[in-house]
């Protein structure tokens, strides 16, 4: 890589610090309407930032919720064209007593910086600006033709980019994606995530009295919605772990020996997973390890569950209603509709007397995906992180969601590579999400290499 460009990002990491600083403390959660003059604000930044860097024809184009900045450099010619992907808004900060700091008060503390957002997704989709920023300001070009695609929605599934890209698919046709989204597996192990899982998910009601009634004059009379709630989500699973809705595996790919040979082979250790989590002990589907069960097996999980009286004190009531909501991950060949459908059966069938489901669907939904082995982008990024680290990386798979690739892969007829340098422990979606302010500035440096790598590829 030239000099220049090292020389560049390594002159400039305290200004770049004190701009990363800045994006983080805009306040843009994208499930909340109350952030909407936060979104608006971090689409403007981001694009501003943009044109500061010299790219061109940048744009803040609209969709039904949050808007997608763009950009493009497209000079160099006979290279590839790679699509860089990234996202501006963040998770919700709640708990607020939780956070050392407010949230959007971003604080250093000892090489991490801490804000909602700076690591999911702020800190990682900064580099690929400023690593733009550094060729042109220094080399007045970029090795490879660059598309920039940054969205305002991938915190609450990205339910406008399918119809965005689908309108669009000239103007974001490339060679593959390169996406400053996701993580690495462990901050001392440069990985790369080759698959993820998909999703599926719904909320659902039970009904009973058309009100809350006095437990002391009804109690041993009419259903308990919470009771009736209890046993049905019970009933989500076998005493094994498995999921128990009929037909839920019915489509599932099983891995390989190798496959399953491979994963053994990487360094987990459950203590110091537990010790993580502050879990007493893991637990899941029988007959695989916990790797298999995060990364590999379907799941479903009850992600909330509430009604009856929450406040201080006693209040003795017979609730009438009880909610839930559950989401499934999903891998191949699993399909979303599919699995919610069984789902929704299963409610039904095992509702219990005395209470009536209503179920609505939240069409949070995305396909699994996979990276195929010999994809030249999984080979660069592979030497990138080799050097730079001086040991080779390992390919993981992902426990999340991110919808994006897939619909790449559908709508565009490309992969995507995912190159973040997040790290799985940095608390997104958590109090206290960091980024460490090390990884801001190898990944400047893996970036600019990809790029440089990227453009002499034949």
């Not at 608006?40 to 501003?48: E, F, I, P």
């Not at 910086?113 to 700076?118: I, N, Q, T, W």
């Amino acid at each position: 890589m030239a000099a220049s460009v090292t020389d560049y990002l390594r002159a400039h990491q305290e200004r770049i610090v004190a701009e990363l600083i800045e994006f983080a403390g805009i306040p843009s959660v994208s499930t909340d309407s109350a952030y909407a003059d936060g979104m608006s604000a971090a689409a403007k930044w981001v694009a501003v930032h943009l044109e500061n860097a010299g790219i061109r024809k940048v744009q803040i184009l609209p969709t039904a919720r949050h808007p997608v900045v763009y950009g493009e450099w497209l000079d160099a010619l006979g290279a590839p064209t790679l699509l860089v992907y990234g996202h501006y808004d963040v998770q919700p900060p709640d708990p607020l007593d939780a956070w050392q700091n407010p949230p959007f008060e971003p604080q250093i503390r000892e090489g991490r910086l801490y804000a909602r957002g700076v690591s999911d997704d702020k800190g990682p989709m900064l580099i690929p600006i400023k690593v733009a920023e550094a060729f042109l300001a220094t080399e007045e070009r970029l090795p490879i033709n660059v598309k920039f695609l940054f969205e305002g929605e991938e915190e609450i599934g990205s339910p406008s980019l399918e119809p965005f890209i689908a309108a669009h698919k000239e103007l974001l046709a490339a060679d593959y994606v390169l996406s400053a989204d996701g993580a690495m597996w462990r901050v001392d192990l440069p990985s790369i995530t080759v698959a993820s899982r998909g999703m599926a998910g719904l909320e659902f009601t039970l009904t009973g009295a058309a009100k809350d009634l006095h437990s002391g004059r009804h109690g041993g009379a009419v259903a308990n919605a919470l009771h009736a709630m209890a046993e049905l989500v019970a009933g989500l699973h076998a005493p094994d772990g498995r999921v128990a809705v009929a037909g839920f595996y019915d489509d599932v790919v099983d891995l390989t020996d190798a496959e399953r040979a491979a994963l053994a082979l990487l360094p987990f250790d459950s203590t110091d997973y537990l010790a993580q989590t502050g879990a007493p002990a893991t637990f899941g589907e029988a007959g695989y390890t916990t790797l298999e069960r995060m990364w590999a097996r379907p799941t479903l999980e009850v992600n909330g569950m509430w009604g009856g009286y929450q406040g201080q004190g006693s209040k003795t009531v017979i609730p009438h209603e009880a909610h839930a909501k559950i989401t499934c991950r999903l891998v191949p060949d699993q399909n979303p509709a599919d699995i919610t459908a069984k789902v929704a059966r299963h409610l039904e069938i095992h509702t219990p007397p005395g209470v009536r489901l209503s179920i609505r669907y939240d069409h949070h939904e995305a396909l699994p995906y996979r990276l195929p082995t010999e994809h030249v982008g999984l080979h660069i990024a592979s030497q990138v992180l080799a050097d730079l680290y001086a040991t080779a990386p390992v390919r993981v798979r992902m426990g999340g969601t991110l919808p994006v690739s897939e619909l790449f892969q559908r709508l565009l007829g490309i992969y995507t590579v995912f190159f973040s340098f997040s790290t799985a422990d940095e608390d997104f979606h958590a109090p206290n999400e960091f980024f460490r302010l090390q990884r801001l500035e190898e990944g400047m440096l893996a970036w600019a290499k990809f790029w440089e790598m990227a453009g002499i590829q034949e």
